[in-house]
């Protein structure tokens, strides 16, 4: 009879057992930050795909199943901080383990990094509404990432439930005012989109990228394979759960988009802020400015989801002996990696203000290291896949 799976040692300093189901999911959900997406990623697979921009979302949804069927299983049987990068290392050569290390880690700083950029852009875009003045973006980048280490370094299990409602209700707000422009355009099939009336296949491709970005990271519950309850359960419906939950989100808001904006005379890949659009067609115009608070929140849940994974993966690193042995160290009161959380976040926020003071806007942070840490992925999808 076959040997049943037993949780791995997780003597790493880390608090075991901590966090709830729906607290692993968290993670997961806002490294995912599937508010971004409708109001900042969509439009940029639109400018790419035109009105092939739901179906960019259905391919990118069943690659990213396929993916999350592949780790899902591999989560069954082991659990650690160190995510894919165990899994690779589990069964392929040492050169290939340490290159999904160090890919993982480098897609999960660039995610911070991107979603880093986002918050500044939201920040001073509801800043300009509210008062005419704008606040510096390097300034705004740092205290996004100040807090972010400060969470994740007090408690993960605050920082987990932080994340969730922050998702939950900024989700919730996207999803009614899809409902309502879908009600007010009566419900009826948009054939322009479902003709994918001139999409090219060039196009298609690239949007593909961008529609896969806005998944990455939903595999992050696997970095709590040390802090959360019943492991082997837990994280494989994490990585399911989250993948599903965000591909049917995309490809319903997608559509939407498309359809809303058009109706409105408006250009979903150039509007600077869609969702506001978007609200005045579904009739509940405040609802516009909920949604780019919403953004903001969560880019700055996001923000904290990657500084929180990354920080796992590196701490295991540094057991495993491809980083110093220095950022192996936790914190005896909190049992978070703190070395690990701070050279993690500092290396999210490096580039951010590097580009910032060279006057780059914050949505071209967030698509330039969003397709940097896509490729990340990517390789380190692949690898587990193999």
Not at 86 to 103: F, H, Q, V
């Amino acid at each position: 009879m076959a040997s049943q799976p037993t949780p791995q040692p997780s003597d790493y300093g880390l608090r075991t057992a901590a966090l709830s189901p729906m607290e692993t999911l968290a993670q997961s959900v806002s490294t995912v930050a599937p508010t971004t997406t409708p109001v900042a990623t969509i439009p940029l697979v639109c400018a790419l795909a035109g009105n092939g921009t739901w179906l960019a979302y259905v391919l990118a949804t069943i690659a990213i199943l396929l993916v999350a069927l592949c780790i899902s299983r591999f989560a069954r049987y082991s659990s650690s901080p160190g995510s894919l990068y165990t899994y690779a290392r589990m069964i392929l050569p040492p050169w290939l383990g340490a290159t999904a290390a160090w890919s993982l880690l480098l897609a999960y700083i660039a995610t911070g990094s991107s979603v880093i950029g986002g918050f500044y852009h939201f920040a001073n875009l509801l800043l300009r509404d509210a008062t005419g003045h704008l606040v510096p973006t390097v300034s705004l980048a740092l205290l996004a990432t100040g807090l972010s280490i400060w969470i994740a370094w007090r408690d993960v299990k605050v920082s987990a439930r932080l994340m969730l409602w922050i998702e939950a209700v900024s989700v919730s707000v996207i999803l009614v005012v899809v409902a309502l422009v879908l009600f007010r355009q009566g419900f009826h099939l948009d054939w322009q989109q479902l003709k994918l009336r001139g999409m090219t296949g060039s196009g298609l491709r690239l949007g593909l990228v961008l529609a896969l970005f806005s998944f990455v990271g939903f595999e992050s519950a696997t970095t709590l394979g040390a802090e959360a309850r019943d492991p082997l359960r837990t994280i494989p419906r994490a990585v399911i759960q989250s993948a599903l939950l965000a591909g049917a989100i995309f490809i319903i808001c997608a559509y939407a988009e498309v359809l809303g904006l058009r109706s409105a005379g408006e250009d979903l890949a150039t509007n600077p802020a869609p969702m506001r659009v978007l609200a005045r067609v579904g009739g509940v115009p405040i609802f516009g400015v909920f949604m780019d608070i919403g953004a903001l929140v969560s880019m700055f849940a996001g923000t904290l989801a990657c500084v929180t994974a990354a920080a796992r993966v590196l701490l295991l690193m540094s057991h495993n002996g491809l980083v110093h042995q220095t950022f192996r160290a936790t914190h005896a009161r909190n049992e978070t990696p703190t070395r690990a959380i701070v050279i993690t976040g500092a290396a999210a926020v490096l580039p951010v203000t590097i580009l910032a003071g060279c006057g780059a806007s914050g949505l071209d942070v967030y698509g330039w290291m969003g397709s940097l840490a896509t490729y990340g992925f990517i390789v380190t999808y692949a690898l587990v896949s193999i």
